[in-house]
């Protein structure tokens, strides 16, 4: 079960920082991105220091709103955010042809939601590679209350260099987390050195699609916001994503834009203007709600000076991330 209180909310953020440095944080945070003057080279250079930061800080909100699997789905009308994370989960768990008795690596695996329904389903031990000793710590636990503290293990080690021996793994997944890597060939050729030979790589990436217009000032403003709000060094273009898997070794067998032809908008529970009970805390008014009560609880220190700055860019992505997805 996720974290869902005010106060498992308000102790969370800041993760593995000191509660009286997460203001600090939060400002070499947003000093990396171009609203604050930041650059991408820069974001790159720093990408473990940025993304740990961003995770520090933005971990409990996710789980507070979203729950353990921080990633979006394609949705079939009719069916809730959770139903289609989790059967996005199973599509993937299926692709790779999980089986138990397979060694199988997440990388970039947050917290270890998408890791727990992939083992259950699959019925396989699964490792999760993550970067960020606070996500780490919240996922052993998670994995203890439900019961694969045995079967699933996590690993403490950056992407870009992984700690495991060449021809380790029998499959290897990401969810929406090489995003975060500074160079998409490097992160990709470390995931092909650690596969068996003739196995197979899934993964679900976010990309810019052809629409993007480099040259546009909105859609520039759109991509600020999602990368500040969504600690990325940069979003790289589709074709650049599918070049790089290539140059790292692999053969692309399958490929889709899943956000194309998706019956629901995969930005749907962002969107202020749609109200849903089952995702309320997305709502606007579930988001008032939040940043009233984050406001309330830095006020009286429960939540630590700096809070409603990660409330506010984590809400700035949710609006860029929709602008995106309905205008670009």
């Known amino acids: 079960m996720a974290k869902s209180g005010a106060l498992d909310l308000a102790t969370g953020v800041g993760g593995k920082i000191k509660k009286e ?23 790159k250079t720093n990408y473990s220091d940025m993304v740990n930061k961003y995770y520090d800080l933005a971990t409990s909100f996710y789980e507070f709103g979203w729950g353990e699997s921080f990633h979006f789905a394609s949705r079939w009308k009719g069916e809730s955010l959770k139903e289609s994370i989790k059967r996005h989960e199973h599509f993937l768990a299926l692709q790779l042809g999980l089986k138990s008795g397979m060694k199988v690596l997440d990388v970039g695996c947050g917290i270890g939601g998408p890791l727990r329904e992939i083992s259950r389903f699959s019925l396989v031990s699964i ?10 710590t919240r996922g052993t636990e998670l994995n203890r209350l439900a019961g694969l503290g045995n079967s699933c293990n996590f690993v403490k080690a950056d992407f870009m260099k992984m700690p495991f021996p060449d021809n380790t793994f029998d499959a290897i997944y990401a969810i929406e987390a090489t995003c975060h890597a500074p160079d998409s060939l490097g992160c990709y050729n470390e995931i092909y050195r650690v596969l068996k030979p003739g196995q197979c790589f899934a993964a679900y990436e976010w990309c810019m699609t052809d629409h993007y217009d480099p040259n546009n000032e909105i859609h520039k403003k759109i991509k600020a916001e999602i990368e500040i709000g969504d600690g ?3 979003i790289r273009s589709t074709y650049q994503c599918l ?8 053969e692309v067998v399958w490929e889709k834009d899943l956000a194309a032809d998706s019956p629901v908008p995969w930005y749907l529970p962002l969107d202020t203007r749609h109200f849903s009970l089952s995702s309320f805390r997305l709502t606007a008014f579930g988001r008032f709600i939040t940043r009233t009560m984050v406001q309330v609880l830095e006020f009286v220190r429960l939540a630590p000076a700096g809070s409603m700055r990660v409330s506010s860019f984590l809400e700035k992505a949710a609006e860029g991330l929709v602008d995106g997805g309905r205008f670009v």
């Open 232 to 234: 990325l060094p940069d």
């Open 243 to 250: 070049d790089a898997l290539k140059q790292a070794g692999f």
């Open 21 to 43: 440095e997460v203001e600090s944080a939060v400002e070499t945070y947003e000093k990396y991105h171009v609203q604050f003057g930041g650059d991408e080279e820069t974001r």
């Open 127 to 136: 490792t999760g590679l993550n970067n960020n000793e606070y996500q780490i």
